[in-house]
């Protein structure tokens, strides 16, 4: 099935230091949304952005709608090491239903 | 906590059984999607019932099927299964259609392993 496009794969960072990871697809979506997932867990919901353009934030998360409606990015500040775990972004399309399309994730670990 | 409930959290299965994952939907939520998460990929979207009925599906073969409850329980049924069907099944319970300025919510999943 379809996936978003996520990379790299891993990233490595230092606790303190800022990340940023981007998401882009080949379709266009009405909604983009971030999740973290840590191990043995389901997803949870970070963010989520429903305009092109629209830059939100949620505490030390900041993310992006693209204006294209083709990417988002998600940015973390100054990381803290409950920060690790793995990122996904997702698209919808709003339709007659409301099917999600995820990217691979990204696993992020900080360093102490 | 999400509200969600999965049941069983793991489990393991011989290729060619049936098995039956269930799910627990938060209260007042009549949407409930299930997805498909392999090792190291994103979550797969399986189908979506709505009131009980389906309201969309996936790229996935016939042998998987579902059922949801008026009581916001719902069921993923998977036929004959094969060792590729091992993965973290994932629920997720939201409010219906036209309400998406309110997101679902995942449950913690269930492991199948099929050997």
Redesign the interface.
Same mark, same amino acid.
């Given at each position: @099935?379809q996936?978003?496009n996520q990379s790299p794969q891993s990233m490595f960072i230092q606790e303190g230091e800022d990340v940023s990871m981007n998401c882009t697809s080949s379709s266009i979506f009405?909604?983009w949304?971030w +999740?973290k997932q840590d191990p @043995?867990?389901?997803?949870?919901?970070l963010i989520?952005l +429903?305009k092109a353009g629209e830059l939100t934030s949620n505490g030390r998360l900041t993310a992006q709608f693209g204006i294209t409606r083709k990417d988002s990015f998600l940015n973390i500040s100054a990381s803290i090491p409950s920060d690790v775990g793995i990122y996904?972004c997702?698209g919808?399309y709003?339709g007659?239903?409301? #099917?999600?399309?995820? @990217? #691979?994730?990204i696993t992020l670990s900080v360093r102490p | 906590e999400?509200g969600?409930t999965q049941s069983p959290t793991h489990l393991i299965k011989t290729r060619g059984q049936q098995v039956t994952l269930r799910c627990s939907s938060q209260s007042g939520h009549n949407?409930v999607?299930w997805?498909q998460q392999a090792l !190291?990929?994103?979550?797969?979207?399986i189908f979506?019932y709505?009131r009980e009925e389906k309201?969309?599906r !996936?790229?996935f073969p016939p042998r998987f099927s579902g059922l949801q409850f008026p009581n916001y329980s719902s069921e993923l049924n998977v036929n004959a299964l094969e060792l590729d069907d091992s993965a973290l099944y994932?629920c997720?319970s939201?409010f219906g259609?036209g309400r998406?300025?309110t997101?679902?919510?995942?449950?913690? !999943?269930t492991r199948l392993t099929v050997v």
């Open positions: @099935g996936q978003l009405n909604t949304l +999740y @043995g867990e389901g997803p949870v919901l989520a +429903y996904f997702a919808r709003t007659a239903n409301s #099917k999600l399309t995820f @990217g #691979k994730g | 999400t969600v949407t999607s997805y !190291g990929q994103g979550p797969q979207f979506q709505y309201n969309g !996936g790229n994932l997720a939201s259609p998406e300025d997101e679902a919510f995942f449950g913690q !999943g």
